[in-house]
């Protein structure tokens, strides 16, 4: 069957540091894969979109890689502030709709 | 500033009523989406619309219907509602066609049925 893994259990770490979270996908071939963020009580807010033909993707802060041949993609958030303390969702792009991973919740202490 | 709006952010609703959730987006949109969510499960899709009149199963459409009669509007209609319906529903919009663009979403709806 088809699956998006996300790490259930929450990141912890220092202010500074960088995190790395990972989303794992088995039996998909997406075009597309995206990453959002979502703060409690708040609806997904949009944060980068990689193509299968790339590789790496920056956004001031963050890097998206995909790499499609270990069907992983590692998202990555340098010099970390708590204000980047929230769950992170990766989704992908199969048809006209996306699939979304349950998500990762990273806590950033001060 | 785009904004995808839902009729109501918090919703209690007995067993066996007809519940519907609203969702408006202002831009242009031809692709409007409904998920619900819930804890470990993340998110589900339950219907999704391409084009006005147009409508898509998702992942979990059994006990839920959807109507778009204009571009912008896009509603979910819970027929008898059940308590396990209960959940987050958040609506989303995004792009046009197959072309996958990212997806606005709106502030979600916390729907309790007793």
């Known amino acids: 069957s088809q699956k998006i893994e996300q790490n259930s259990e929450a990141l912890n770490i220092q202010e500074g540091k960088t995190a790395t979270l990972t989303c794992n996908y088995t039996?998909?071939?997406?075009?597309?894969l995206q990453w959002y963020r979502q703060d409690p009580g708040r609806g997904p807010v949009f944060l980068l979109l990689?193509?299968?033909?790339?590789k790496e993707k920056r956004k001031e802060r963050l890097k998206v890689t995909f790499d499609t041949t270990l069907k992983q993609s590692l998202f990555h958030i340098t010099a970390s502030q708590p204000a980047d303390s929230a769950t992170y969702l990766c989704?992908?792009?199969?048809?006209?709709?996306?699939?979304f991973g349950s998500g990762t919740r990273l806590q950033v202490q001060p | 500033d785009v904004k995808v709006t839902q009729s109501s952010r918090y919703l209690v609703k007995r067993t066996g009523e007809k519940v519907f959730l609203e969702c408006v987006q202002d831009m242009d949109h031809e692709n409007m989406f409904w998920y619900r969510q819930d804890p470990g499960l993340g998110l589900r899709l339950i219907y999704f619309s391409y084009d006005v009149k147009m409508k898509e199963k998702g992942d979990i459409p059994e006990g839920y219907s959807v109507s778009r009669e204009k571009k912008e509007r896009f509603s979910l209609i819970l027929e008898s509602a059940s308590t396990n319906q209960t959940s987050m529903y958040l609506c989303?919009?995004?792009?046009?066609?197959?072309?996958?663009?990212?997806?606005?979403f709106g502030p979600g709806t916390r729907l309790t049925v007793l």
């Open positions: 989303a919009s995004g792009g046009s066609g197959r072309i996958h663009h990212e997806q606005f």
């Open positions: 039996n998909y071939s997406p075009a597309y």
């Open positions: 990689i193509r299968e033909n790339e």
């Open positions: 989704a992908l792009a199969l048809g006209r709709a996306l699939t």
